[in-house]
């Protein structure tokens, strides 16, 4: 019937005797959403049996489904002549006033309010209803609902967006009761409009939030102060590094919000935040900066960020600012190459110039990968060469690769480059390196190797993960094994073999789940499951799904069995039809169902109709998931009725 759109058959239904039949059939009235069915619900919450108090409920929660502004006198009566048993029922009548909303329901709503500890129910439909009337007798309810509900009262506030809440809102982000609270209500202020206008105290009242030692409360008050001329000067001051008893801590947000919001700034911030780059004490506070001054531009930005090239505790992250600008410096970057020039600078135009892609200066970069020039410089060419995609130099990192004599970093740095140039050559070396004693240079090269989408090398990756004891070099081998793609496939359903312990998969001969204990000693580490689930997830079409299904009904965690029936239902092919189907079977795995229950809706075929039907009639599980399954089937639905 639901699948038809029978309204009248539901309605009938929903008069039978058989109590969960009509009280299914009531929801599917909601789903619907004809005036036929809100008529039979509304008739329902009219006669009020007593012996069906389960029912009319059920009706109560579908009209606030439907709005249906009818049921508003209704739903008043119930509470005003007190023929509510309990709480819950209350709260029902009270959640579908508020979803159905107008002036009689918000009438009654605040009245609620008034009351001396109002339901949480209550709070969440005026947060939704959003009605002028509800600003005022709230802000006279607050007082009552600190300190212990304050944080819920304020998130409503939040939610209304009404500029008269600004002083009380100020008033708790200076002197409320808890961290919490005052986070709260920062939260509650970002959320009115710019162009509200702050009473006179507010920046004062701001300021203390903005040297909290929780980053969050600070970038809120931060963001907060830079609405205003005095607040923006506030945030200026913060940034003068001559002044030390301003805290530090205070100019990284102050710092975010110049780099979020560049128009409310200029050249005289550019000059503050050249003179942090330079003399600011701690390196965190000196990356924040230039990210800041990234933000703003300009010349004199520019050239503080060249020299600031120079500090090596912020260097890569002075070469990325440089690198995202609209017009890279990239001839004067070109310059700090020359051998004459500081390691660090050298260094930082290395990794500037791989970032920005400028191919034409990765000839100028291999003579940096001689043994006699500093590590850290040497680092960033191999980096640089493998961003650029440099074919030339695969010999000299080949020769790299090999040396043993070399830090193990480096060699490893060397197996990445190798990985993204990606030529043929590379591959004999790549394969060996597998077997290195050095964890990191295992782990460079399994990676590197998701860039050769071959049999031989899928196998090879496939021991790798299955052998390695490193459970870095098994991830690394996954990962590469989701980027070779569907010729991958049979490596990894072979991985999810071995992967799913034979003691630990339930059987329909042996219903028997495992104990903990059993699970603990016989499956793998978590990541690597997450990690296989990934890799079979981005492969292409139906190879993957017998794999999937296997680690869906595992006796694994429970969250990597999620994943897996998601991965299953996003494919929406007809092939992944009987997969989905026996996981609505898998009684054992109940968390899978509701993903299983989305992609055979998406699918829409006989089978899959047939299946999302069966499991509705036979279980009492995820009610909500399976009728919104039905909903979808109804609206695609083109079979003639039988």
């Known amino acids: 019937m639901r699948l038809r759109g029978d309204v009248e058959g539901l309605c009938r239904t929903v008069r039978s005797g058989d109590p969960d039949t009509a009280r299914r059939a009531m929801e599917m009235l909601a789903d619907i959403g004809d005036r036929r069915a809100s008529d039979v619900l509304l008739r329902c919450v009219t006669k009020k049996a007593t012996d069906r108090h389960w029912l009319w409920l059920a009706a109560v929660d579908a009209l606030g489904r439907l709005q249906e502004r009818r049921a508003v006198p209704l739903l008043i009566g119930l509470l005003e002549r007190g023929e509510l048993e309990n709480p819950g029922q209350e709260g029902t009548v009270l959640r579908a006033l508020g979803a159905i909303g107008g002036p009689e329901a918000v009438r009654v709503l605040l009245a609620e309010l008034a009351q001396r500890s109002p339901r949480s129910v209550v709070l969440q439909a005026l947060a939704r209803l959003r009605t002028p009337e509800t600003t005022p007798a709230l802000l006279i309810a607050l007082w009552r609902l600190l300190p ?141 900066a230039a990210k800041a001054l990234g933000a703003l531009g300009g010349e004199e930005a520019v050239a503080a960020l060249l020299t600031a090239l120079a500090d090596e505790r912020a260097t890569e992250a002075v070469a990325s600012v440089l690198a995202e600008l609209a017009t890279p410096p990239i001839e004067r970057l070109l310059a700090l190459l020359d051998d004459g020039a500081d390691s660090a600078q050298r260094r930082g135009a290395t990794v500037a110039l791989g970032l920005i892609g400028h191919a034409p200066a990765a000839p100028l970069f291999l003579p940096a990968l001689s043994p006699a020039v500093p590590l850290p410089l040497r680092t960033a060419t191999v980096d640089a060469l493998g961003e650029l995609r440099h074919r030339p130099a695969t010999g000299p990192l080949t020769a790299l690769a090999q040396d043993v004599s070399e830090p193990g970093r480096l060699r490893a740095r060397a197996l990445r480059a190798l990985g993204l140039i990606a030529v043929p050559e590379s591959l004999p070396v790549l394969l060996a390196e597998l077997r290195d004693p050095t964890e990191a240079v295992r782990v460079r090269a399994a990676e590197a190797l998701g860039a050769y989408p071959t049999r031989v090398v899928a196998d090879k990756l496939g021991e790798a993960a299955r052998t390695d004891e490193s459970s870095d070099v098994a991830r690394a081998a996954l990962h590469a094994l989701g980027r070779i793609g569907i010729g991958a496939v049979p490596v990894l359903r072979a991985l999810a073999d071995h992967m799913v312990p034979l003691a630990s998969r339930i059987e329909s001969s042996n219903p028997r789940l495992p104990t903990p204990t059993e699970i603990a000693h016989a499956s793998p580490a978590p990541e690597l499951l997450r990690d296989l689930i990934a890799a079979l997830a981005a492969c292409p079409g139906p190879a993957p799904i017998p794999a999937l299904e296997l680690l869906a009904t595992s006796a694994g965690p429970r969250r990597l069995r999620v994943p897996a029936a998601q991965a299953i239902a996003e494919r929406h092919i007809p092939q992944a039809v009987a997969a989905l189907s026996r996981l609505l079977t898998d009684c054992h795995h109940d968390e899978g169902h509701p993903a299983a229950l989305r992609g055979l809706a998406r699918i829409g075929s006989e089978q899959a109709t047939d299946a999302v039907v069966a499991y509705y009639a036979n279980t009492a599980f995820y009610r909500k998931e399976v009728r919104q399954a039905l909903t979808t089937l109804a609206r695609t639905e083109q079979r003639p009725p039988v």
């Open 148 to 288: 212990w509900r304050g944080v819920e009262a304020v998130r409503v506030l939040g939610a209304l967006r009404d500029p008269h809440t600004v002083p009380a809102l100020l008033y708790l982000a200076a002197y409320g009761s808890s961290p919490s609270l005052r986070t709260a209500a920062l939260e509650a202020l970002t959320k009115l409009p710019e162009g509200v206008s702050w009473p006179a105290p507010a920046e004062p009242m701001l300021q203390p939030a903005l040297r909290d030692p929780d980053p969050v409360t600070a970038r809120l008050a931060a963001g907060l102060l830079a609405r205003t001329p005095e607040g923006r000067s506030r945030l200026h001051s913060c940034l003068l590094a001559h002044r030390p008893y301003n805290p530090e801590p205070a100019r990284i947000p102050v710092c975010a919000v110049i780099r979020d919001r560049p128009d409310l700034f200029g050249s005289a911030e550019v000059a503050a935040l050249a003179k942090l780059l330079a003399r600011a004490p701690q390196p965190a506070v000196r990356r924040a």
